[in-house]
């Protein structure tokens, strides 16, 4: 995602400004979001992760590291400021006071700064590149919807977001055992989806070549409406693939999405599923049991279909493994993470940042825990209106420090700070004096040599 | 040719026939060789990135580079072999260092070229190789391996090919190599090993791909400094001797990238929908057809359909107004102008880092991979059986020739699909062969005006 999710759904409606009344309209409008800015958007939290370890005093700190950073800003009216860089805590936090984005969206560090690129752009050597940008990664509910039946389009429900919270393990489960990446911060993009950022090092460095290969790594899903064949697995399951199928993905089939979104109920959908066995003799006789027959039992029908399903496909008799397979490919259709690849790919790919807030849904951008991911519920997020709400019959003074504090926004942003940016930072600090260390350990040798 | 220097070409004998390409040698070279090899060099590397639009397999890309190699790069002189191919490979630096485009594409076929000459080497060979590049990895201790040998046995089980034998098991003297996973990215892509905390376990049989991710990085960033070289001094300095025949080096190899729309000048955007019919190859007739369906297309499919359209004419003013009145149906107006607008005059080089991008060529498109809702790609290659026949049945392909068609396809020669249809539809030989979008747009143009011509 990435300008796609920018709204233009704004509500003009006249109010007296939300200083002056105790009840606080739903919705979402630039006075609302200029008192948001004003006083609960973490301004300072943000430029700490920013600046990794830069804005410190160790000598090996980069001064020019947070200046050489993109951020754009989708204005209220239309207007899409890209290549704007600050320089320090203060300018951004007041140019995003002064111009009140509708939505910020963070891009890569660039070799030079970047409101700055057409005076380098001049020498013709290309030195204008994204030299850093976090891994990031973008999961949309959009991207599921031949596969959910509760919902379509934008809209999403508590019985589909589930299908998130499996991205999110699947996916984070893979960057730290995997991958070896310890900083992760996923966020809720407000509507429909979720963002993972990585900000290791070592993440923050990868070449576009290095991305597209984790991109790779994840991908299962294939082929479109103008291919057959949407899942393609082999016989036998990369480590990986077996892990996630293991650990999440058949557990929260069966047990969850199977119900839920009734997968086998009528004859349409489970013709969908019968298209996906390549054996007739199989389908035939599933068919048969299945049609025009609601089943007695007081089982659910979709668990009893797909035991039989399941019985039919591993039963002794069908020696072939491909048939087999067709039960896990099955399983990761409906329920394998489903990445918007362009995104990770590409170090210079925007991605809207943490604690904005959608326009359209009004509900503000907050990190999810992968640790209890399955308990977040994006109907219960803060919204715009809410907040205000809550600083109107707080009552305290505008002078406060930390006012989000009060606010049902406190929990979030002493999340981000306590499980994300402070280990991060402390990391930052220890690879600075690595790497420092390192260099003046050999110019001392350059010298005794 | 006179050798002035005999010690790097030594050193390199002691290794291997496959050079390392580290520094340019210091050898006098005949004005005439110096085209000359570059010439037959070419061919190799032009061979090789036919190969790999064909979606030849690694095998046949090995028996492919064995044989152009053996065809063009041969010296009567055999002592000769060796700086020929040092001196035509850095000529060709030269000539490719220039523009973005061109350093992609040697890039990609000396990369390709360098894989396959590497797995053609003996192990001994292969590894004095391995130990010339300064590799980041160690081999994984037997208790490790014990550790790991299950994962391990999982990774060789999923990447075996089908067999009705077992899959084979690992044994306690199997060589592993533990390297960070940057160095392998393309083992990660394919899921080809097991990682682990940031490590992966390469197999002996695998460190081709680590080899290579080397030569690549170290040539990407030769070429770079080559290319400052050649702006600041060396085109300067040789203007009357060397810069002509780079210059025409590469512009007589690679055929024209259609950026700049030439032969028909503008195509306005009412005359889209019939030329659609007439002149555009499938993939871009499934993409314009599915825009005027759905009003909306996702982001490969309105680069790769967006740029052909570039290239075909439509300028930018008419472009945007095209898209426009899709997109707006779907969208609503303002919302266009507000997220898609950019993105039109950003591929015109309006906007970002106002680079004119060129239009995508056949190899491009067939080595995407298009994913849930995307209409770009090739359809030959990324369309089921079923769907490219009825699509072949639309453009008026007739039965016969759709079998003609679907056998190319199923040899995964996917141009050479494309060459049939078009020959089909337009009644015609197209000797050639399709290898760009824009040059199956501009050779139906020709027709049609030839067969208007010869009706008025």
């Given at each position: 995602m990435t300008i796609e999710e920018a709204a233009n759904g704004r509500d003009d409606m006249l109010i007296?400004?939300?200083?002056?009344?105790n009840s606080i309209p739903d919705g979402f409008n630039a006075n609302y979001l200029k008192v948001y800015y004003g006083r609960l958007f973490p301004h300072v939290d943000m430029f700490k992760w920013m600046c990794y370890g830069n804005d410190g005093k160790h000598p090996a700190c980069d001064k020019s590291y947070f200046g050489r950073r993109e951020f754009s800003f989708t204005l209220d009216n239309d207007i899409y400021l890209r290549f704007q860089s600050f320089s320090s805590a203060s300018e951004l936090e007041n140019s995003i006071r002064d111009k009140c984005p509708f939505k910020i969206d963070i891009g890569p560090v660039y070799s030079v700064d970047p409101a700055k690129r057409h005076a380098y752009a001049q020498g013709g050597d290309n030195v204008f590149a994204p030299v850093e940008r976090e891994l990031v990664f973008d999961i949309d509910i959009t991207d599921y919807d031949d596969v959910r039946y509760c919902c379509s389009g934008a809209d999403v429900c508590l019985e589909c977001w589930p299908l998130m919270t499996v991205a999110i393990k699947v996916i984070d489960t893979a960057l730290r055992d995997d991958f070896g990446f310890n900083h992760i911060l996923w966020v809720y993009s407000g509507r429909r989806g979720v963002h993972c950022w990585v900000c290791d090092g070592k993440a923050r460095r990868l070449t576009n070549e290095q991305r597209g290969a984790i991109a790779d790594y994840f991908r299962v899903y294939k082929g479109n409406e103008n291919s057959n064949k949407n899942v393609s697995l082999t016989d036998h399951l990369h480590p990986f693939l077996e892990r996630s199928y293991t650990e999440v993905l058949s557990t929260f089939f069966e047990g969850n999405l199977l119900s839920s979104q009734n997968i086998l109920s009528t004859e349409e959908r489970y013709e969908k599923i019968l298209s996906m066995i390549p054996h007739e003799s199989v389908t035939t006789e599933l068919r048969g049991k299945w049609q025009g027959r609601s089943s007695n039992s007081k089982e659910d029908i979709n668990v009893h279909r797909w035991g039989q399903l399941k019985h039919l496909l591993q039963s002794r008799k069908q020696k072939a493994q491909w048939l087999r397979r067709c039960v896990k490919e099955i399983v990761f259709t409906f329920t394998y993470p489903r990445l918007d690849m362009e995104v990770s790919k590409h170090m210079n790919h925007l991605l809207k940042a943490p604690f904005c807030v959608h326009p359209k849904t009004g509900r503000v951008c907050i990190p999810i825990d992968p640790e209890t991911?399955?308990?977040?519920d994006p109907t219960e997020v803060p919204t715009l209106s809410g907040l205000l709400q809550e600083l109107n019959t707080g009552g305290f003074g505008a002078d406060v420090d930390d006012e989000w504090d009060k606010t049902s926004l406190g929990k979030s942003v002493r999340f981000f700070r306590s499980s994300f940016l402070q280990p991060l930072l402390k990391s930052c600090k220890e690879e600075m004096e690595t790497s420092y260390n390192a260099k003046v350990q050999q110019t001392k040798n350059n010298l005794s040599w | 040719m006179e050798i002035v220097s005999q010690r790097a070409r030594i050193q390199i004998d002691a290794v291997s026939t496959l050079p390392l390409y580290r520094s340019a040698p210091s050898l006098e070279v005949r004005l005439e060789d110096f085209e000359l090899y570059a010439m037959d060099r070419l061919r190799v590397l032009k061979g090789i990135s036919d190969g790999l639009s064909r979606g030849k397999k690694p095998e046949e890309m090995e028996n492919l580079v064995r044989d152009l190699w053996k065809a063009n790069m041969r010296h009567l002189d055999s002592s000769e072999v060796i700086n020929k191919d040092i001196i035509s490979h850095f000529v060709l630096r030269l000539v490719y260092c220039r523009t973005e485009d061109l350093r992609k594409w040697f890039l990609s076929m000396e990369t390709a070229l360098f894989r396959y000459r590497f797995r053609l080497e003996k192990s001994e060979a292969q590894r004095a190789l391995m130990a010339e590049f300064d590799l980041p990895c160690k081999a994984v201790s037997s208790a490790e391996f014990e550790n790991v040998s299950d994962k391990l046995n999982q990774v060789v089980r999923s990447i075996a090919p089908i067999a009705p034998t077992a899959p084979p098991t690992l044994t306690g003297d199997a060589i592993f190599y533990k390297v960070p996973f940057e160095e392998v990215p393309e083992l990660i892509a394919g899921r080809r090993v097991y990682i682990h905390k940031g490590y992966a376990y390469v197999a002996m049989n695998q460190v081709v791909s680590l080899v290579v991710t080397q030569f690549r990085s170290i040539l990407s960033k030769a070429l770079i400094l080559t290319n400052r070289k050649w702006t600041s001094t060396i085109r300067e300095q040789e203007k009357d001797r060397l810069t002509p025949i780079v210059e025409a080096l590469c512009t007589s190899y690679l055929?024209?990238?259609?950026?700049q729309p030439k032969e028909f000048g503008e195509i306005s955007v009412k005359d889209l929908d019939q030329i659609s019919k007439s002149s555009f190859p499938l993939c871009m007739r499934h993409l314009f057809d599915k825009l005027r369906e759905d009003h909306h297309l996702k982001h490969g499919g309105r680069m790769q359909l967006g740029l052909f359209l570039k290239g075909v004419g439509l300028k930018l003013e008419d472009a945007l107004a095209f898209w426009k009145a899709e997109f707006s149906q779907k969208v609503g107006a303002e919302r266009f102008d507000k997220e898609y607008a950019y993105s039109i005059r950003h591929n015109y080089g309006r906007e970002g880092k106002r680079t004119d991008y060129t239009p995508y060529s056949c190899q491009k498109i067939i080595s995407l991979t298009p994913g849930v809702g995307d209409h770009h790609g090739c359809p030959y290659r990324h369309f089921s059986d079923e769907n490219l026949r009825a699509a072949l049945d639309r453009m008026g392909v007739g039965s016969r020739a759709v079998e003609d068609v679907m056998d190319k396809v199923r040899n995964r020669h996917y141009q050479l699909a494309c060459t049939l249809t078009f020959e089909a539809v337009h009644n015609s030989q197209c000797d050639a062969g399709i290898n760009h979008p824009n040059q199956y747009f501009s050779d139906s143009q020709k027709i049609l005006q030839s067969k208007n011509n010869a009706a008025a």
């Open positions: 007296d400004g939300p200083d002056r009344t991911c399955e308990e977040f | 055929g024209p990238d259609y950026s």
